[in-house]
């Protein structure tokens, strides 16, 4: 069964996609690869997996302002994600995928670490502000 669960929309845009889910804060600059889309940042929990395509959910970014410039080369190149998930959005997150033209929402109304597990197809509608999740 689907669950449609609301949340603050951040930059608009509609995606779905595979969840790939992370407990850690994700820098972008040195933590993903800007032209294939690999986590490089070898302490991360997800470090080898391709966020291309994917619905990214991790509790918000971390580092560097010039993170927002890697999620914009990550779409120039085709392998950005369809979508990010976040439990609170930081500005380097949200110009990122502002600029980038990707969908983004945060502050669910529930948790989307514990609730979502990685693999499961999301549908992310950063036009009215909701999630569609099987749980």
Known sequence: MLKRISGRVISKG???GSALVSNAPLSFLGGVNPTTGEI??????LY????AK???IFPTGKGSTVGSYVIYQLK???VAPAAIINEVSDTIIAVGAIISGLPLIDKLEINPISSIKTES????????????VEL
């Open 40 to 45: 490089i940042d070898p302490r991360h929990e």
């Open 121 to 132: 197809n999301v549908l992310v509608n950063c036009f009215e502000g909701f999630i569609e």
């Open 54 to 56: 994917r619905v990214l």
């Open 14 to 16: 509609v995606a779905s």
């Open 48 to 51: 080898g997996c391709a966020v």
């Open 76 to 78: 120039k190149k085709g």
